[in-house]
C-alpha cells in the first residue's frame, strides 16, 4: 500500500489507545455496522422473503457472522474485525506507522496507552506536535520536499536529509552544539528530584550534573549519569534520550558500554547496571526505573513523575524541533510544567 498523503484519512484513527490510536468511529465503519444489524433482522425474520432478500443481496458486510453468532455479538465482532483490518491496512504504510510499530515492539500496550492518556491532557500545540511527529508528518525539509513545498530536503546544518529523526536525535550539527545534550540533562535533572527526595539514609548518591557528586570520585574512564552506593553495592542508572525506533538498540549499546564498571571504579564494590530510555517524543518504559527504585531503596516514582519525564522530553523536542533553523541559545532554559 502506497504511503497517504498529508490529509487522507488515515486507518490509524480508529484504532484503540494501546495502538497508539485515536479511537475514533469512522462514518465508513458505522454504516457496516448499521448494514449488519439490518441484515441481522432480515435473516432472522420469520417472514421467508424478508430472509429471501438478504440471501439475494450481494454487498452485506460481515455476512459470516449472520448465523453464525448470536445477534448481540454480532456488532463487536464486526468491529473487532474491522480494527484488525485497519491496523493491518496502517502497518502496510512503510513511512508513517514505522515508529508505532518499533514502539509496539519496545513497550507494552499499558506504556503505549499511558503516553495516548498524558498526551491528551497536555497543551494542543505539544500534542499536536506529538501526534504528527508519530505519524511522520511534521514540516521537516523531507516532507515539505515531498509535498512540493520546499526546493531542498536537506538539513542547512549538516545537509543530510532533514527527516524527524534528524531534527530530533541524529544531526551532527545540532549534537556539537548541544541540543540533545540539553534535553537528555533536562530529563535527568527531573529524575534526580525525585531520587534526592527519596533517598534513603545511607545511601551515597553520584550524578553527571552539576551540584551533585561526580562519577570521578568513583570511576575513571567513564561518566555514568546516576550512580547510588547503598549497603556496599553500587547502582548504575544511565540514562538515554532516543528516537522512537531506537529504544532497544539504546539500552543494549549502553549496556554494552557499561558490561564492565567494576573494571573503571576506583572502589572494590559489586555493581549493578540499568538503564532508562525515554524517546523524543515523551514514550518510557518504567520497568528499569522501578528496579533502579526498589534495589536503591527509593520511592519508586508514581505514574504522575512518569508522565513528567515524558512530558519533559516531549517538551525539549518541541523547542528543539521549532529551533532546528534558529541559532541555538547559549543558555536555554528548562521547559516549565506542572
Ligand atoms: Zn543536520
Not at 208 to 228: A, N
Not at 265 to 271: A, E, M
Not at 283 to 299: A, M, W
Request: a positive charge; charged letters at 20%.
Amino acid at each position: 500500500m502506497a504511503d497517504l498523503l498529508l490529509n487522507a484519512a488515515a486507518p490509524f484513527m480508529p484504532l484503540p489507545p494501546k495502538w497508539l490510536g485515536l479511537d475514533l468511529v469512522l462514518p465508513s465503519m458505522l454504516s457496516e455496522v448499521c448494514q449488519l444489524g439490518t441484515a441481522l433482522t432480515l435473516h432472522h425474520s420469520s417472514d421467508r422473503r424478508m430472509r429471501e432478500i438478504v440471501k439475494s443481496c450481494d454487498r452485506v458486510p460481515f455476512r459470516e457472522l449472520l448465523s453464525e453468532v448470536p445477534r448481540a455479538k454480532a456488532a463487536d465482532e464486526a468491529r473487532r474485525a474491522q480494527l484488525a483490518s485497519k491496523r493491518l491496512d496502517w502497518h502496510g504504510l512503510k513511512i508513517q506507522a514505522t515508529l508505532q510499530k518499533s514502539l509496539a515492539d519496545s513497550l507494552t500496550s499499558s506504556d503505549l496507552k499511558a503516553w495516548t492518556s498524558n498526551t491528551s491532557f497536555i497543551t494542543p500545540t505539544i500534542a499536536n506536535f506529538a501526534r504528527k511527529g508519530l505519524l511522520r508528518c511534521l514540516p521537516t525539509n523531507s516532507n515539505l520536499h515531498l509535498w512540493g513545498k520546499s526546493p531542498s530536503s536537506s538539513c542547512p546544518q549538516c545537509h543530510s536529509v532533514e527527516t524527524e529523526k534528524h531534527v530530533l536525535n541524529n544531526c551532527s550539527g545540532s549534537a556539537e552544539q548541544g541540543r540533545y545534550t540539553w534535553r537528555h540533562n533536562a530529563v535527568l535533572k527531573l529524575l534526580l528530584e525525585h531520587i534526592k527526595q527519596h533517598l534513603p539514609d545511607g545511601a551515597e548518591l553520584l550524578a553527571d550534573l552539576p551540584g551533585h557528586t561526580h562519577p570521578s570520585t568513583l570511576y575513571s574512564g567513564i561518566v555514568p549519569d546516576i550512580t547510588i552506593v547503598k549497603d556496599g553495592l553500587a547502582t548504575i542508572l544511565e540514562l538515554t534520550c532516543c528516537y522512537e525506533t531506537n529504544m532497544l538498540a539504546s539500552r543494549a549499546r549502553k549496556l554494552e558500554k557499561y558490561r564492565n564498571p567494576a573494571g573503571y571504579s576506583l572502589l572494590p564494590y559489586p555493581f549493578k547496571v540499568l538503564t532508562l530510555e525515554v524517546s523524543s517524543l515523551g514514550f518510557l518504559s518504567p520497568r528499569s526505573l522501578n528496579e533502579f527504585c526498589n534495589t536503591t531503596g527509593v520511592t519508586p516514582l508514581q505514574p504522575n513523575d512518569l508522565r513528567r519525564l515524558g512530558e519533559m522530553a516531549l517538551r525539549c523536542s518541541f523547542f528543539i524541533f521549532c529551533s532546528r533553523h534558529k541559532p541555538w541559545p547559549i543558555q536555554p532554559s528548562d521547559p516549565f510544567f506542572h
